[in-house]
C-alpha cells in the first residue's frame, strides 16, 4: 500500500479511477497503456485494483514475480498464480521470460529433444529385423473383437 503511495502512475490511475479519465490525447504518454482497460481500474480500501487484482508498483515488480515463481512452477502455473491476486503491464510476458530464463528450471527441464539416430542401411535383404512395440486396445463391432 505504502509503495503504491509512492509511484507515481499508480496515483495518477488512483486519481482518473476516482474522478474521470481525461480524453485520450489529454493523457500523459505514461499512462496511455492503460486507456484501454480505464473501466477495470478502480480504488478500494486505499489500494489501486484492476479489476479485483492489485496493481502492482514498478519497484516491487522484480520481487512479486519472483514470489510468484517460488517453486518453480512452469509458465502456465506461474500466470494463474498471478492472476489470482496481483497485476501490472506485461505481467505475462515478465512471468514467461522469467520462467524461461530460471537457470533452475532450464536445468530441470524434461522437455529435452534427443538427436535422431539413423540406422544403417544393410546390404542385402532381411539382413536386419525390426519390430515397433505397441499397446492393443481392443474395441468390438457387432459382436466381433477388431
Not at 77 to 96: F, N, P
Not at 105 to 124: Q, S
Request: charge should be positive; charged fraction near 25%.
Amino acid at each position: 500500500m505504502d509503495n503504491q503511495v509512492k509511484d507515481s502512475i499508480i496515483q495518477k490511475l488512483k486519481e482518473y479511477s476516482l474522478n474521470d479519465w481525461p480524453d485520450r490525447s489529454q493523457l500523459p504518454i505514461e499512462l496511455l497503456p492503460y486507456y484501454p482497460i480505464r473501466y477495470e481500474i478502480s480504488f478500494a480500501e486505499n489500494l489501486v485494483l484492476k479489476n479485483n487484482r492489485i496493481v502492482i508498483p514498478e519497484n516491487l515488480k522484480s520481487s512479486c514475480s519472483n514470489f510468484i515463481h517460488t517453486g518453480h512452477l512452469a509458465i502456465v502455473k506461474c500466470r494463474d498464480r498471478a492472476k489470482s491476486s496481483v497485476w501490472w503491464l506485461g505481467l505475462s510476458s515478465q512471468i514467461e521470460n522469467l520462467v524461461r530464463n530460471c537457470p533452475l528450471c532450464v536445468e530441470n527441464r524434461t522437455n529435452r529433444k534427443e538427436t535422431f539416430l539413423k540406422d544403417e542401411i544393410t546390404t542385402r535383404p532381411w539382413l536386419k529385423i525390426a519390430l515397433d512395440l505397441f499397446k492393443l486396445e481392443k474395441w468390438y463391432k457387432n459382436g466381433m473383437v477388431w
